[in-house]
């Protein structure tokens, strides 16, 4: 089982605007949210936040913890948020619970999403007496909180099938999406789609890194994106969605 981490969600570094299953980043950017904040939202859930469980017929699932969904709320949507519990309902040792996710983007709009959780009751050995039913409701809680906090984007890659571990690894095919969507494939990509890039004439791009990083070393003489770290290829990726964003507000007015 993969053990919790308090591995910051600042290192999620992975950016997949075409495959997350949340808004857009230029409509989430019009909302306000940070390209910081929309990337934690499109990447695929880090492999020290999975964890595995067993569940019925001996599969096993991979999930994500009640408190990483709560760490990426809170830094989101900056503890901007509320959740709220209604129709609490028991049948035999099955529980359920509807929750009632709330969150105030920064441009004041409040968007409200729902989901259902559900789990069992825990039972001491030999008798119908639960071990302790508060414990019960609260994993219940949980489930519903993580299964309306995936409609804002949060793990929708744990949900979709697309990350899973299997025996503590990460399986292959998510790795290998990941690695399609590295800072500087996708800083590549936009700024040929800009006309920043020129493989006959840089001196658009040179010109755009230099703006950049002012004062910065450059190992042959000329700005070049090989010199660049990830944590300032991502910094060029921000620019660059902002340019692109730039131009279509421009386009449609």
């Known amino acids: 089982m993969a ?16 495959i997350a299953a949340t808004a ?19 990447s695929l859930t880090p492999t020290e936040f999975l964890q595995e469980r067993e569940g019925r017929g001996g599969k096993t699932f991979t999930y994500v ?17 509320s959740d709220a519990y209604v129709d609490y309902h028991r049948e035999g040792s099955q529980l359920w619970v ?13 968007v409200s999403h729902q989901a259902t959780g559900s789990g069992e009751v ?3 050995k030999g008798t119908n007496n639960p071990v302790d039913l508060g414990d019960d409701w609260k994993a219940v809680e949980a489930d519903a909180l993580k299964k309306a906090a995936w409609k804002y984007g949060i793990a929708w890659d744990v949900y979709a099938g697309i990350t899973v571990l299997h025996e503590g690894v990460q399986k292959p095919h998510a790795q290998k999406l990941a690695a399609k969507t590295n800072p500087h494939n996708h800083m590549m ?7 920043l890039y020129d493989e006959k004439d840089r001196s658009k791009w040179q010109k755009t890194l230099d703006n950049l990083f002012p004062g910065k070393v450059w190992l042959k003489g000329a700005p070049s994106s ?7 290829k991502w910094i060029v990726v921000e620019h660059l969605e902002e340019e692109r964003l730039a131009q279509t507000t421009v386009h449609r007015a």
Not at 98 to 110: A, H, Q, Y
Not at 226 to 232: C, F
Request: charged letters at 25%.
């Open 98 to 110: 509807r929750c009632t996710l709330s969150v105030t983007l920064p441009n004041g709009v409040i």
């Open 65 to 81: 913890d009640v408190h990483y969904v709560v760490a990426v709320l809170n830094f989101v949507f900056s503890h901007r948020w």
């Open 3 to 18: 053990k919790k981490s308090e591995s910051t969600l600042m290192h999620q570094k992975t950016f997949l605007p075409k």
């Open 189 to 195: 990509v936009l700024a040929r789609e800009l006309g």
């Open 122 to 124: 825990k039972l001491q």
């Open 226 to 232: 090989t010199d660049l770290t990830d944590d300032e």
């Open 24 to 42: 857009p980043a230029e409509e989430l950017k019009k909302q306000g949210l940070s390209m910081e904040q929309i990337r934690v939202l499109h």
